[in-house]
């Protein structure tokens, strides 16, 4: 009785299953306020995207040469358990005489600039994100 019970069951559920993809769906509607909500949100995603994208782009394309004036070592800030990266900040001044300055992580750093010390020369080039050492 219980195994008739229980096949009749599953029959039926995979019957109704069945019926229901079987059957025409609506299209949703689409407009008013929740075309204008996601047309504005793709916009502003399109417009910080390409902010970023130039930002970047400019800061590669920028070249200088100049000296190191200062090597600031830069603890990670610690948030709630959550460790960030230590980085260094290098003080520049280039031969224009402005003054500049970029970060790089500790570890990048000891690897690209394992001797960098202030009063070393640094040129950037087109291209390239950070500057090379000149000897």
Known sequence: MYKRGL???LLQSEEKICYRLSEKRKPVKFGGKEATRLFYGLIITIGF?????????WRKQKTWHGVVIEILDKPADRIDGLDFKDYVE???ESDAGKRGKFRIFRKKFEAKYPN???GDHL?????????RKDF
């Open 7 to 9: 096949v009749k069951y």
């Open 49 to 57: 995207i390409a902010a970023i994208s130039l930002l970047h782009s």
């Open 90 to 92: 290098i003080v520049y």
């Open 116 to 118: 960098l010390k202030v």
């Open 123 to 131: 040129r950037k080039y087109p291209g390239e994100v950070f500057p």
